[in-house]
């Protein structure tokens, strides 16, 4: 009985993206006014940004899709889709065969693509989805075991970066994806701004009231920020 359930319950997420990619071939959140499809989840349904804007992704690689001429085309990952209207998957496993497909580099041929999606809903139906992403990651370590396969097409599709919302003591967090040349310049910056000055470490205070420039003068023959500045008689902090 139990189990019965379980597989009703895995079916329900397809019911969803059925009604999502309607609305979204409708466009009935331009007609309502709303800030998209998510926008028109969160008003109507009362749920966070962040699940409803999941439900829409999902709905758009899991959900049926129509060609510009009118013909029915599969979901973008067909056998994730078909396990899924079964029961035989949850909506946890679902997502991580999602996930790990779509970061598999673009070079790789559709068929072996293909027949690694089958290869994790199989393993998907019979492990739980903790056990699931071990099997991901050596799947995914098997068709590109050096990281060889990775290009700057691939970096560029990954690359991300999210300021979360401002906290009360003013804080806000950050999460991200850098590509190697961001993260050369991100080294590039720390680098300078760690790196002791010649009389000691100034310390940072905030500017005076009155102030009308900047409180640290810039040296007209070293490069901004005014943390790589160095002291000279000419270029002093205003402390």
Known sequence: M???LEAQRRRLPTVDHRLITELECRGTA?????RGTAGLLTELLHVDVGAAKSRVRAAGVLGPRTAITGEPLDPVYPATAAAQAAGTISEKHARMVTTTI??????????????????????????????LGTVADRLT???????QLCDDTDRAARRALNIGRQRADGMSPITGLLDPATRALVDAAFSALARPSPTGTFPIRAAPDNATTTPWPR?????????????????RPPW
């Open 30 to 34: 331009t007609t309502l006014l709303t």
């Open 102 to 131: 779509g970061a598999l580099p673009h070079h790789l041929e559709a068929d072996t693509v293909a027949s690694a999606e089958r290869t994790l809903v199989i393993q998907a139906q019979g492990l739980r989805p903790s056990e």
């Open 219 to 235: 040296c007209a023959a070293t490069p901004w920020p005014p943390a790589v500045c160095r002291p000279t008689a000419d270029c």
């Open 141 to 147: 370590a098997y068709l590109d075991p050096d990281g």
């Open 2 to 4: 139990f189990r019965d």
